[in-house]
């Protein structure tokens, strides 16, 4: 949340506390929250979902609430339904295969007895350009 709302404000744009909504990590929570965000007096033109669960329940609220057309949509990971549906979302894809590499690499240098200091390690996301952050 710290990084999206500096990303924001680098852009000029204000953080609007009421489009922050915390679902439950499930999608049918996403689901009810999105739509319920859809209904209020002044929907919000984009939606950013930070797990691929939440992802796939915003997209299904989109979707069935007639707005998948209408509103941007970025998502989490890189699910496969999320090129499947349509429109296909865009999302932000980790390197969970390195991740997952690096993060066994440490646990077995810990394990092995090495008691340095922890590792700060940055990897480098990719942006999934898809359908649903394209404006039409």
């Known amino acids: 949340?710290?990084?999206?709302?500096q990303a924001l404000t680098d852009h000029g744009l204000p953080l609007r506390p009421e489009y922050v909504v915390r679902a439950r990590l499930d999608p049918e929570s996403a689901r009810a929250e999105t739509e319920a965000?859809?209904?209020?007096?002044?929907?919000?033109?984009?939606?950013?979902?930070v797990t691929a669960s939440l992802t796939l329940g915003s997209s299904q609220a989109l979707r069935t609430t007639g707005q998948a057309a209408?509103?941007?949509?970025v998502g989490q990971d890189d699910d496969r339904w999320a090129?499947?549906?349509?429109?296909?979302?865009?999302?932000?894809?980790?390197?969970?295969?390195?991740?997952?590499?690096?993060?066994?690499?440490q646990l077995l240098r810990r394990v092995g007895g090495d008691d340095g200091p922890a590792a700060s390690i940055v990897m480098e996301p990719k942006l999934v350009v898809r359908e649903s952050s394209l404006r039409r």
């Open 1 to 5: 949340l710290i990084g999206f709302a």
């Open 37 to 49: 965000l859809l209904m209020g007096d002044d929907p919000p033109d984009a939606i950013y979902a």
């Open 70 to 73: 209408n509103l941007g949509m």
């Open 83 to 105: 090129s499947l549906v349509q429109p296909a979302v865009s999302v932000i894809q980790q390197p969970t295969t390195q991740m997952g590499k690096v993060a066994a690499a």
